[in-house]
């Protein structure tokens, strides 16, 4: 099955724009999604499709991708959006599903 | 509101049984691919199984397969994991989500339920 890739740690200083990437072969095929995660909260969806956010997301979110790599870039990060940020996938190599190991991102 | 409520989780010994439930409200279940998804204490999201609107199709991550069993009943609203022969490793918060697939290249899970615990510990 197919694997994504994501930089374990990302920190970026309060207002500045950050960019969290994702690598994998599925990405060729399909859409990455993103989730954020807060601790001990649920994985909440904040990207999917081309560039589409869910009712709710601020628009400081946003998604990108090219190739094998897709990106969820936050623009003017706020300490809120501290927290740890999953991409995910469809896969057609194995699993029906395929998620990132994580980017914890530190908000300084 | 949508809402997803998992249940069912708890202390089992390795071998053990236990059974998940996940209470789907405020959308139409039965239109939904269902999923479960698995986080083992301090580590990233790892998809275990889901199971098509009708049950007649059904997927799991080789680690679980023979093991757990995936089902639902659309006219409960209700989503279940059966877990038999646990596991260590099978220690995680278990949520179920739903998957969006209304663009096959863009699919997603649109909602997520808070999650239930399963340690498996002597």
């Known amino acids: 099955s197919s694997e994504l890739t994501q930089d374990p740690a990302v920190s970026v200083a309060l207002g500045q724009t950050v960019r969290i990437t994702c690598q994998g072969d599925s990405l060729r095929s399909y859409y990455a999604s993103w989730y954020q995660q807060k601790p001990g909260q649920a994985p909440v969806l904040v990207i999917y499709?081309?560039?589409n956010r869910p009712s709710g997301i601020p628009d400081r979110f946003s998604g990108s991708s090219s190739g094998n790599t897709a990106s969820l870039t936050i623009t003017g990060a706020q300490a809120e959006d501290e927290a740890d940020y999953y991409c995910?996938?469809?896969?057609?190599?194995?699993?029906?599903?395929?998620f990132g190991g994580g980017t914890k991102l530190t908000v300084l | 509101e949508v809402q997803l409520v998992e249940s069912g989780g708890g202390l089992v010994q390795p071998g053990g049984s236990l059974r998940l439930s996940c209470a789907a409200s405020?959308?139409?279940?039965?239109?939904?691919?269902m999923s479960w998804v698995r986080q083992a204490p301090g580590k990233g999201l790892e998809w275990v199984a889901n199971?098509?609107?009708?049950?007649?199709?059904?997927y799991y991550v080789d680690s679980v397969k023979g093991r757990f069993t995936i089902s639902r009943d659309n006219a409960k609203n209700s989503l279940y994991l059966q877990m038999n022969s646990l596991r260590a490793e099978d220690t995680a918060v278990y949520y179920c989500?739903?998957?969006?697939?209304?663009?096959?290249?863009?699919?997603?899970?649109?909602?997520w339920g808070q999650g239930t615990l399963v340690t498996v510990s002597s």
């Open positions: 405020g959308f139409t279940f039965s239109s939904y691919w």
């Open positions: 995910n996938s469809r896969d057609s190599s194995g699993n029906p599903w395929v």
């Open positions: 499709g081309k560039n």
């Open positions: 199971i098509k609107q009708d049950g007649s199709e059904k």
């Open positions: 989500a739903s998957e969006r697939r209304t663009i096959a290249v863009a699919a997603y899970f649109d909602y």
